[in-house]
């Protein structure tokens, strides 16, 4: 069955959010949603999540899935806030307790913070099959950007998360905590072995001046154009330019609130005895 699949575009992380669905009145998922913040105030706000919220609704669908395609880096999640004003079950790859291990230990977050990704609804293994509605789903594992990575077939489409951008802007960077080029390199392979007409939903784009932001490719466009890992392109090549570029980048503006509320599937921190909950900033840790 043919996938409906809606976007929305949140200009200030440079991320698609996403539902997918089968038509009016039918089960849904969203996927990869953004939770507004302010980093120089510390607020958050839910106007991205609340478009989400009124397409839904509008549509008259029901939310089966809120689905992570990792824990991010650049955005926060709204999954909590999601899943309070429509339902569903959050759902995240497998791994994310190992990514969840090493950022307790960076954060040095409360004793009580598990690290067994419970505070997910269900942790989907690699290949996994699942229904939302009456499409068909399955989960690919592919790490590389991260070790917990997972990028979900829905129907006749593929949301890749930040395995692949579109193909003038490459893909993701592997320089965090359990990230590999090596490894990005056969999770990008894995998907680019899918037919030619496969449609690939990205989770960011990062576009040069001259075009506005792009949310859908192809797998034969990203085979033929790819400026990173077209075909022709070696392991070893890769990884090489992988290493390099990612030597000198940045880190994410906002990786360190991100993650914390991340891999705590959009919640936030415990409060503290005054009633304010705190999000922690570590000094030369990363």
């Known amino acids: 069955m043919p996938a409906t699949v809606e976007p929305f575009f949140d200009p200030a992380t440079w991320t698609w959010t996403y539902v997918v669905h089968a038509g009016q009145g039918t089960a849904c998922a969203i996927i990869d949603p953004v939770l507004d913040y302010d980093a120089k105030s510390g607020r958050t706000r839910t106007d991205s999540a609340q478009r989400v919220v009124d397409y839904v609704r509008a549509q008259r669908l029901s939310v089966q899935w809120i689905l992570e395609t990792h824990a991010h880096a650049d955005h926060l999640s709204a999954a909590i806030w999601l899943r309070e004003q429509l339902g569903g079950r959050i759902g995240i790859g497998s791994r994310i307790p190992s990514v969840q291990s090493v950022f307790k230990k960076i954060f040095h977050l409360e004793p009580e913070f598990a690290t ?26 592919v790490p590389g950007h991260t070790p917990a990575c997972v990028a979900y077939e829905v129907g006749d489409v593929v949301f890749v998360g930040d395995t692949l951008f579109p ?23 894995k998907i680019l072995s899918m037919p030619d007409e496969t449609r690939l939903f990205m989770c960011h784009d990062y576009p040069p001046t001259d075009r506005a932001p792009r949310c859908e490719t192809r797998v034969a466009e990203q085979r ?56 922690k900033i570590p000094i030369n840790a990363l």
């Open 116 to 141: 067994d990704g419970s505070q997910f609804n269900h942790l989907f293994a690699d290949d996994e099959t699942f229904t939302i509605g009456d499409l068909q789903a399955r989960v690919l594992s």
């Open 167 to 189: 193909p003038d802007v490459g893909t993701a960077r592997c320089d965090f905590p359990g990230g590999s080029a090596q490894t990005l390199y056969h999770s990008v392979r």
């Open 224 to 279: 033929a154009h790819n400026i990173h890992i077209h075909d022709g392109v070696s392991e070893d090549a890769f990884v090489a330019m992988r290493t390099k570029r990612d030597a000198g980048l940045q880190m994410p503006t906002l990786i360190l609130p991100a993650i914390q509320v991340n891999i705590r599937a959009g919640q936030m921190p415990p409060q503290e005895a005054n009633g304010v909950s705190y999000l």
